[in-house]
């Protein structure tokens, strides 16, 4: 992966991450930076440089209701 890629995907994260919490972007970036249950005990924004931050993408997505899915 690219750092523009990586990039491109911190950007993506925060983004759907400030949506999710109406939109305070402190939240955001601390959200995207502790460990979570969701992402195997990873912080979403740990989980870019490895190829996973699509996955962190996706989640988000289903959370704020931009992609269909089980969002609980």
């Given at each position: ?38 992402f ?5 924004a ?27």
């Amino acid at each position: 992966m690219t750092d523009k890629e990586m990039l491109d995907q911190y950007t993506q994260i925060h983004e759907l991450a400030t949506e999710l919490f109406d939109g305070i972007w402190e939240d955001a970036v601390m959200w995207a930076q502790t460990p979570s249950e969701h992402f195997f005990g990873n912080a979403p924004a740990q989980l870019v440089p490895s190829g996973g931050g699509q996955l962190v993408i996706d989640w988000l997505m289903v959370r704020t209701g931009r992609k269909p899915g089980a969002a609980f």
